[in-house]
């Protein structure tokens, strides 16, 4: 069973940084694809941005210019570096990733963004 397991989430003023973390283990396929979701209370889970293998991105509109996503294939790991964050960004966010053609997701990590 693949296990994703996220960190660095937290509380931050709006305008401030933070930087989550994904870690993938115990998989038999290799990892395609990777990516962070969020889901605020009362909505629907949403992409916030992808990764290929070969670093190829995808980004919602409402984190472009503002969001980095990066990966180190030699650690199963990608980064999530969010700038300028704003209260509208507050939400869980959950690693996602692609394994022999099945998602797999982590628990989520709370990233709460004060006006």
């Known amino acids: 069973q693949v296990q994703l397991v996220e960190s660095g989430g937290g509380l931050v003023q709006a305008g401030g940084s933070l930087r989550l973390s994904c870690t993938a283990s115990?998989?038999?396929?290799?990892?395609?694809?990777m990516g962070w979701y969020r889901q605020a209370p009362g909505t629907q889970r949403e992409m916030v941005v992808t990764i290929t293998r070969d670093g190829i991105t995808n980004y919602a509109d409402a984190v472009k210019g503002r969001f980095t996503i990066s990966n180190d294939n030699a650690k199963n790991t990608v980064y999530l570096q969010m700038n300028s964050l704003k209260p509208e960004d507050t939400a869980k966010y959950y690693c996602?990733?692609?394994?022999?053609?099945?998602?797999?997701w982590g628990r989520g990590t709370q990233v709460t963004v004060s006006s």
């Open positions: 996602n990733g692609d394994s022999g053609g099945l998602p797999y």
């Open positions: 115990r998989f038999v396929f290799p990892i395609n694809t």
